[in-house]
Nanobody
C-alpha cells in the first residue's frame, strides 16, 4: 500500500501563488508516475497535471497550462504543484494520486492511490 498526504492548501487572493506538496510513504513504487486532480464544489473531479518518475515528462490540463508547474523530489518521495496567477475558478479540493507504472494518465480511474485532499480557496 502507498499512502499519500497533501499539504499546502489555504486561502489566497486572485493573482497569488501557492505550492502544494504530496508526501508518499509505504510501499512506494520505484517507477511510478504521479498526478494532481481537483474537485470544485458541485463538479466532478478533474485532471490537473501529471509527472513521470524521472520528472522529465509532464502534462497539464489546458486550464492550468502556463500557470501551474508540477515537479518531484524522489529523494524525499514528494511531488509538488506550484500554482501561480491563481484565479477564483481554481478554488477546489486538490488531490494527489499515484499510478502503478511510469505512464502519464489523465483518467482518474487509472490512478491506484489517492491522498485525502487539501482545500485551495482563491478569493476575488
Amino acid at each position: 500500500q502507498v499512502q499519500l498526504v497533501e499539504s499546502g492548501g489555504g486561502l489566497v487572493q486572485a493573482g497569488g501563488s501557492l505550492r502544494l506538496s504530496c508526501a508518499a510513504s509505504g510501499r512506494t513504487s520505484s517507477s511510478s508516475a504521479m498526478g494532481w486532480f481537483r474537485q470544485a464544489p458541485g463538479k466532478e473531479r478533474a485532471f490537473v497535471a501529471a509527472i513521470s518518475w524521472s520528472g522529465k515528462s509532464t502534462y497539464y490540463a489546458d486550464s492550468v497550462k502556463g500557470r501551474f508547474t508540477i515537479s518531484r523530489d524522489n529523494a524525499k518521495n514528494t511531488v509538488y504543484l506550484q500554482m501561480n496567477s491563481l484565479k477564483p475558478e481554481d478554488t477546489a479540493v486538490y488531490y494527489c494520486a499515484a499510478v502503478k507504472e511510469d505512464t502519464l494518465y489523465t483518467e482518474e480511474w487509472k490512478y491506484a492511490y489517492w491522498g485525502q485532499g487539501t482545500q485551495v480557496t482563491v478569493s476575488e
